[in-house]
Nanobody, 124 residues
Framework: QVQLVESGGGSVQAGGSLRLSCGAS????????LGWFRQAPGKEREGVAS???????QYSDSVKGRFTISKDNAKSTLYLEMNSLKPEDTAMYYC??????????????????WGQGTQVTVSS
């Protein structure tokens, strides 16, 4: 069965950096749409970034220029490099996957499989 397991979250001061990882199994990782989402307490889940099977990427305006999504197909691992972190980046971060493979957006309804999340806390 499909499994997505996030890691790398933690607490950091504003301006700092973190790298999230998402280990995947149970599907052909290289062919899928892959995305990162986040949800802060009391707020709706928000799309952060996506990457398609060809490596084409999409970012939300709120993270563009600060976050970088990447993947290692050989390791079936998705990454999110987060730099210049702000307190408003504080949230639970989730990775997601969908078999479409192309035209990978950053809206949650597009994704079929989800991880359990990893917490990111940014203090001012």
């Amino acid at each position: 069965q499909v499994q997505l397991v996030e890691s790398g979250g933690g607490s950091v001061q504003a301006g700092g950096s973190l790298r999230l990882s998402c280990g995947a199994s149970g599907f052909t990782f290289s062919r899928y749409c892959l995305g990162w989402f986040r949800q802060a307490p009391g707020k709706e889940r928000e799309g952060v970034a996506s990457i398609d099977r060809n490596g084409d990427k999409q970012y939300s305006d709120s993270v563009k220029g600060r976050f970088t999504i990447s993947k290692d197909n050989a390791k079936s691992t998705l990454y999110l490099e987060m730099n210049s972190l702000k307190p408003e980046d504080t949230a639970m971060y989730y990775c997601a996957a969908d078999p479409r493979g192309r035209l990978c957006g950053i809206t949650s309804y597009e994704y079929t499989y989800w991880g359990q999340g990893t917490q990111v806390t940014v203090s001012s």
